[in-house]
């Protein structure tokens, strides 16, 4: 019987590693959606409530210029009467690994307490900020805070903790798509072996797995088990090549 080898000296395998991608899920202030906000006082006559302007959008000076913002006039409530808030939602709700950052300030004569504080559906107090700065000193430059959710979340709640009025200059809540790989081409130079052929092998065929070289990649073969000095192949009738088993990437060539 006739049989046919392949024989390999080197086999370059280069894997194409994806940079980590995010999605913004809240963008202020390029965007409003996703943010609704909610001022609602008890009514002065019957049951109910009145709408107010104590939770809106406004201006504020940041080094003399007038900044869009989410002003906060109030403290947070979330009371079935009386409610001061931004509530923040997404199609699917927020993820644990969910990334906040949030800019903000306050513009008084006078040092204030003006933080914002994060709520999940259940009234948990997730976050609070620490103090923003009082940007009525003109040199001033709001700094972000960041903080990352360590639990899902349906819904966040966000409002003023604090007494004075507080303002968002920038929110974002970013989530990671894909995994934190190198960036770029890497190649893998496959060797007899390096996939695991040994002098001492005869000239039977072994399956050899869990083999990796220079990427994230993760290979197995079926190969000669005894040729050291180059990668011995069936190729016919037979099981006998090298897969990518965990590629850590995309596959892009093998030359």
Same mark, same amino acid.
């Given at each position: 019987?006739?049989?046919?080898?392949?024989?390999?000296?080197?086999?370059?395998?280069?894997?194409?590693?994806?940079?980590?991608?995010?999605?913004?899920?809240?963008?202020?202030?390029?965007?409003?959606?996703?943010?609704?906000?909610?001022?609602?006082?008890?009514?002065?006559?019957? @049951? #109910?409530?009145?709408?107010?302007? $104590? %939770?809106?959008?406004? +201006?504020?000076?940041?080094? !003399?210029? /007038?900044?869009?913002?989410?002003?906060?006039?109030?403290?947070?409530?979330?009371?079935?009467?009386?409610?001061?808030?931004?509530?923040?939602?997404? @199609? #699917?709700?927020?993820?644990?690994? $969910? %990334?906040?950052?949030? +800019?903000?300030?306050?513009? !008084?004569? /006078?040092?204030?307490?003006?933080?914002?504080?994060?709520?999940?559906?259940?009234?948990?107090?997730?976050?609070?900020?620490?103090?923003?700065?009082?940007?009525?000193?003109?040199?001033?430059?709001?700094?972000?805070?960041?903080?990352?959710?360590?639990?899902?979340?349906?819904?966040?709640?966000?409002?003023?903790?604090?007494?004075?009025?507080?303002?968002?200059?920038?929110?974002?809540?970013?989530?990671?798509?894909?995994?934190?790989?190198?960036?770029?081409?890497?190649?893998?130079?496959?060797?007899?072996?390096?996939?695991?052929?040994?002098?001492?092998?005869?000239?039977?065929?072994?399956?050899?797995?869990?083999?990796?070289?220079?990427?994230?990649?993760?290979?197995?073969?079926?190969?000669?088990?005894?040729?050291?000095?180059?990668?011995?192949?069936?190729?016919?009738?037979?099981?006998?090549?090298?897969?990518?088993?965990?590629?850590?990437?995309?596959?892009?060539?093998?030359?």
């Amino acid at each position: 019987m006739k049989k046919l080898f392949t024989f390999l000296t080197l086999a370059l395998f280069s894997i194409v590693v994806n940079a980590q991608e995010t999605t913004k899920l809240i963008d202020y202030p390029t965007t409003k959606d996703g943010i609704t906000l909610v001022s609602l006082k008890p009514a002065t006559e019957g @049951e #109910g409530t009145t709408e107010t302007t $104590d %939770v809106s959008y406004s +201006t504020v000076k940041v080094k !003399n210029v /007038s900044t869009d913002c989410i002003k906060f006039g109030k403290s947070i409530k979330m009371d079935d009467n009386e409610k001061y808030y931004a509530e923040l939602s997404v @199609e #699917g709700g927020f993820k644990s690994g $969910d %990334v906040i950052s949030i +800019t903000g300030c306050y513009n !008084n004569a /006078s040092e204030k307490n003006a933080a914002i504080a994060f709520y999940d559906q259940n009234k948990t107090n997730l976050w609070t900020t620490n103090n923003f700065l009082n940007t009525n000193d003109t040199s001033v430059e709001p700094t972000a805070q960041t903080f990352t959710l360590t639990a899902d979340a349906e819904k966040l709640f966000i409002g003023r903790s604090g007494n004075t009025g507080t303002c968002i200059l920038e929110l974002t809540i970013t989530r990671a798509e894909t995994p934190t790989p190198p960036v770029g081409t890497v190649t893998d130079v496959l060797t007899s072996v390096g996939l695991g052929a040994t002098a001492t092998g005869g000239n039977s065929y072994a399956d050899f797995t869990g083999k990796t070289f220079t990427s994230n990649a993760v290979y197995a073969a079926n190969m000669s088990a005894g040729n050291v000095d180059a990668i011995q192949l069936r190729s016919n009738n037979s099981n006998s090549g090298i897969v990518s088993t965990t590629s850590g990437g995309k596959l892009k060539k093998v030359s």
